[in-house]
């Protein structure tokens, strides 16, 4: 069964770093376009990183120069690099991505994580 367990959320200050990861677990075949979204409350969740198989990346304007996406294919883990966190991005950030599983379905879904809360005070 294919599931996306993200980690590394955490109080912080503004001004420090996080580190976020998001493992696929399960008999994968391909991870499609993963990407790291958040919803702070009273808020709609929003795309906040995404990158693509070839490694192009979209960031949300509000993040752009401050964080950085990236995957490791062979461990079907993707990463969300936040630095110079300020109060703002408080949310809980949620994992996304298409993904095939292997046998014997071979099914694509879009599958989500269950969130990993992030607070940044000032």
């Known amino acids: 069964q294919v599931q996306l367990v993200e980690s590394g959320g955490d109080l912080v200050q503004a001004g420090e770093s996080l580190r976020l990861s998001c493992r696929a677990s399960g008999v994968i075949i391909s991870m499609n376009a993963p990407g790291w979204y958040r919803q702070a409350p009273g808020n709609q969740r929003e795309l906040v990183a995404r990158?693509?198989?070839?490694?192009?990346?979209d960031y949300a304007d509000s993040v752009k120069g401050r964080f950085t996406i990236s995957r490791n294919n062979a461990r079907n883990t993707v990463y969300l690099q936040m630095n110079s966190l300020k109060p703002e991005d408080t949310a809980v950030y949620y994992c996304?991505?298409?993904?095939?599983?292997?046998?014997?379905?071979?099914?694509?879904?879009?599958?989500w994580g269950q969130g990993t809360q992030v607070t940044v005070s000032s």
């Open positions: 990158i693509s198989s070839g490694g192009s990346t």
């Open positions: 996304n991505a298409g993904i095939r599983s292997g046998p014997p379905n071979y099914r694509y879904n879009d599958y």
